[in-house]
């Protein structure tokens, strides 16, 4: 190794040779245990007051969670106080377990218990750091010392649960800073803290594992919880959980290995809001479970409104990339993106598909309360199908293939003039301006038809335009229908010549006074082709108006 790393050195290379892991997949959700109101609450500026700790509080309860980690009630009176607030006022619903935090300090553990008296069933985590940096420099004790300091917690908090036996005590034990402590040390101390306890299968104790500071790959991580898996005391009565913090930017990825692993719970917080790089983000796991159809048995259908309320709590902003919660991470802003968005969209609607396999969109927006309408955005970087679809799903406007590439020079142009994102309402702007209401063109003042020979198809037209100096002029003339008479007409009229290449219409509003737009394409004499478009509750009107818009394109 380079001499400059060797001091980032790991102290212990743990690989397990005969893991099994690699070949399983996760098959249902874990036990969640959001900690928002603990872990999250203790790497904010500014924690939060009563207020923002209720409103973050009945946010958890509605998103599903049913382990929740209230507080440290013996670190401050808010966090007493917010304990004793939800007891005495019956605000925990009896299918939800409280879960409280404390040292293996005698005076800590008694105004914890102090703290939750009334309750129906608690968590109560105990806690003490095991790793070697910590053993060595903080606490200068053995590891032996270490297992003996969490068996004495272990016994104070049984002394305590006798003094309330009207609550379901449940013992949580964390060995913090579990990624920095030998395996043999770490199931040393749980399997002390286990045969301390006693538990049974009918009365299961947690061990949970917390990656307290991401020291490896995510599938060292697992590597480490499968040895612990199959090395702790009475596992049938112990469920095994993981606590894991970002630094590396893996949490995610190390939990969803650790399920894979053995563990039966995950502890996190909502964005992933924790010390340093923060904790594990429990909208992306539960999110990542629900895209492989599995029910994450939380409730995200109104996402948005969840990251309102955690932003709110937190005091912090969501990045806009933020899985599956930022602004833009279902936004397409690349041409070739929006193209496959588009027609992937538009196949799964034709298709009436009953399962989700759409383009660069991992999930149906809306199902978690978000809108297609910001699926794509139009800047420089994009191409005709964006600005298309924004046509079509805001204003109605289906354009023809070849339209949508004469359209989409003119954003182009907006976009390399302005550097900016174009809006859809700047988009509508322009496509008004190029097609629609062409203030300084022919434009059309009225229009009748009616049928030359009986039985034939040859009609006569009368209409009436206005020039671009104001002048009204009179169109008389006969064609095998009315938009071909209007055209004969026109030319000679006018002395013009073009060719009529392309006619598509279509109905842009429902009811009696629906709207149709037409689109007409003309090719002049230089063989240059130009698109117009007309809306009217008339199609045959609608599409003179779009011959007119071509010819106005065209001159």
Partial sequence: MNNKFAKYAPIEKFKLSDRTWPDKTIERAPIWCAVDLRDGNQALVNPMDHDRKMKMYNLLLAVGFKEIEIGFPSASEIEFNFARHIIENDLIPEDVVPQVLVQAREHLIEKTFLAMEGARK?????????SIAQRRDVFKKTAE????????????????????????????????????????????????????????????????????????????????????????ARRDSVILSVHTHND?????????????????????????????????????????????????????ENLPEIVKIVEEC?????????????????????????????????????????????????????????????????????????IAYILETRFGFKLPKQMQIEFS????????ETAQEILPEHIWEAFSDEYIEQNDGYALKSFNYHSVDVGGDKVGITAK????????????????????AFANGFRNQMQVKFKL???????????????AAAYISLVSEADEEFY????????????????????????
């Fill in 314 to 386: 937190n005091q912090m902003a969501t990045h806009p990339r933020h899985p599956y919660a930022g602004e833009l991470v279902f936004t397409a802003l690349s041409g070739s993106h929006q193209d496959a968005i588009k027609k992937g969209l538009d196949a799964h609607k034709a298709e009436k598909r009953n399962h989700w396999d759409v383009p660069y969109l991992p999930l149906n927006p809306t199902d978690i309360g978000r809108s297609y309408e910001t699926t794509i955005r139009i800047n420089s970087q994009s191409g005709k199908s964006g």
């Fill in 532 to 555: 117009g478009v007309g809306q009217d509750t008339d199609v045959i009107k609608a599409s003179i108006k779009g011959l007119l818009s071509a010819y106005n394109r065209m001159k």
């Fill in 409 to 416: 020079r003119v954003i182009q142009k907006i976009a390399d």
């Fill in 465 to 484: 335009i206005a020039t671009p100096t104001g002048k009204e002029v009179e169109i008389v003339a006969e064609g095998s229908g009315p938009i071909n």
């Fill in 248 to 300: 590396r930017g893996g949490a995610e990825a190390a939990t969803e290995l650790a399920i894979l692993a053995g563990a039966d719970r995950v502890e996190g917080t909502l964005l992933g809001n924790g010390e340093r790089t923060g904790n594990a983000d429990l909208i992306t796991l539960g999110l990542n479970l629900f895209t492989q159809g599995i029910d994450p048995e939380l409730r995200f």
């Fill in 122 to 130: 608690v968590i109560v985590h105990l806690y003490n750091s095991t």
């Fill in 501 to 515: 290449r392309n006619y598509e219409e279509h109905t842009l509003s429902s009811g009696s006074g629906a709207l």
């Fill in 145 to 232: 010392e270490i297992a003996e300091l969490a068996c004495e917690g272990t016994r104070l908090i049984q002394k305590y649960c006798a003094k309330y036996p009207d609550t379901e005590w449940v013992l949580e034990y964390s060995p913090e800073s579990f990624t920095g402590t030998e395996l043999e040390v770490a199931a040393d101390v749980c399997n002390a803290v286990i045969e301390t306890w006693g538990p049974s299968p009918e009365h299961k104790m947690i061990i949970n594992l917390p990656a307290t500071v991401e020291l490896t790959s995510p599938n060292v991580f697992a590597d480490q919880i499968e040895w612990m898996d199959r090395h702790l």
